[in-house]
């Protein structure tokens, strides 16, 4: 079905792989188009509670493919209709992985550029191989730092996220998890085992309570204490009458684990 990607649901996780690895995952106007395309099945879908993404081969994604839009910008006169999707939210996918209700593992497993750091960034976890190497070099081809601009100084501070975006040196794993940038450093051959194994530990809580968690920690940068006091409030308002939230009071009541829903 899908040309530069990979779609499969196991045990209420999607598994999202970049499938262009001649090219290092390079992203294109495809891969963006059949990124927002799996982001849509994965949010309507109610067997899918956590969504891995990863690459094929060598690299998570070595950043926009910058050989195909030359090609079509020569080709189109310098409008390019490679370029103009960029920024349109539609087809911007850091802001899709972003805005997912439901939480986002990017099992980053070799070569990140540009375009994969902003969805390994987008990401709620990131879990990296051992040879994972990352860079942001969007100035050095005349770009700004797009979406990393905005998700790198929320995860690592202004001082270090300057550094990464301004400076565009690569840095490996190592240095990656030092600045808190993931969550974890694995074993290259034990990259989708842990991130497997992260997916299940996720969907052994209640969904819809990880949902609206994901969405309290999304805006809590954006409101004040008091706006935040009062989307808690609605939120487990609402949490109260699920059947998950019953569930695990029977499930504490009775001493066994939880079997929740989702509903």
């Keep these: 079905m899908y040309r530069s990607v990979t779609w499969e649901v196991r045990e209420h996780t999607g598994i999202l792989t970049l499938n262009r690895p001649e090219r290092l995952n390079a992203l294109d106007y495809t891969m963006r188009e059949e990124i927002a395309d799996v982001v849509r099945k994965a949010e309507h879908d109610a067997d899918v509670w956590t969504l891995i993404v990863t690459g094929a081969g060598r690299g998570f994604?070595?950043?926009?493919?910058?050989?195909?839009?030359?090609?079509?910008?020569?080709?189109?006169?310098?409008?390019?209709?490679?370029?103009?999707?960029?920024?349109?939210?539609?087809?911007?996918?850091?802001?899709?992985?972003?805005?997912?209700?439901?939480?986002?593992?990017?099992?980053?497993?070799?070569?990140?550029?540009?375009?994969?750091?902003?969805?390994?960034?987008?990401?709620?976890?990131?879990?990296?191989?051992?040879?994972?190497?990352?860079?942001?070099?969007?100035?050095?081809?005349?770009?700004?730092?797009?979406?990393?601009?905005?998700?790198?100084?929320?995860?690592?501070?202004?001082?270090?996220?300057?550094?990464?975006?301004?400076?565009?040196?690569?840095?490996?794993?190592?240095?990656?998890?030092?600045?808190?940038?993931?969550?974890?450093?694995?074993?290259?051959?034990?990259?989708?085992?842990?991130?497997?194994?992260?997916?299940?530990?996720?969907n052994s809580k209640a969904p819809i309570a990880v949902r609206m968690t994901k969405q309290a920690l999304h805006r809590a940068h954006d409101i004040s204490a008091e706006q935040f006091i009062d989307m808690q409030n609605t939120m487990n308002t609402k949490l109260r009458y699920t059947a998950d939230a019953k569930e695990a009071l029977a499930a504490f009541i009775e001493k066994r684990p939880p079997k929740f829903s989702g509903t």
């Design 61 to 202: 994604c070595s950043g926009a493919d910058l050989k195909a839009r030359a090609e079509a910008e020569n080709a189109g006169g310098g409008n390019s209709i490679t370029v103009q999707p960029m920024f349109d939210a539609k087809y911007y996918y850091p802001i899709a992985f972003g805005e997912l209700s439901k939480p986002v593992v990017a099992a980053i497993n070799g070569v990140t550029r540009g375009a994969g750091n902003n969805m390994a960034f987008a990401a709620d976890f990131r879990i990296a191989s051992e040879k994972a190497e990352f860079g942001c070099n969007f100035v050095g081809i005349g770009l700004m730092a797009e979406a990393s601009a905005y998700y790198l100084p929320r995860l690592v501070g202004r001082a270090i996220a300057t550094e990464i975006c301004m400076l565009g040196e690569p840095f490996d794993a190592a240095q990656a998890k030092a600045w808190g940038l993931v969550n974890k450093v694995v074993p290259h051959d034990k990259l989708m085992d842990e991130a497997l194994a992260l997916a299940r530990k996720i």
